[in-house]
């Protein structure tokens, strides 16, 4: 799914869980390419669940409750 959707050089990536199923390396990989593509000034929009793979990527979080966005920081 992702090696398709980079193959056109998007703007904007959206990524649903784009670290599940991927062993420790393969986080490792996909981290180090989704920070090139964010230094590019391109935009990745991302759905998880992982605290931790967010606050390395993300310049800005939005929390979601039951469909309903109540954070931002």
Excluded: W
């Amino acid at each position: 799914g992702l090696a398709q959707a980079i193959m056109e050089n998007p703007k904007m990536l959206i990524l649903d869980e784009p670290f599940n199923g991927l062993d420790k390396d393969g986080v490792k990989e996909m981290r180090e390419y989704l920070l090139s593509y964010k230094e590019q000034g391109k935009t990745i929009l991302i759905c998880s669940h992982s605290a931790e793979d967010i606050s390395v990527l993300c310049d800005t979080v939005h929390e979601m409750d039951k469909g309903v966005i109540e954070g931002v920081r």
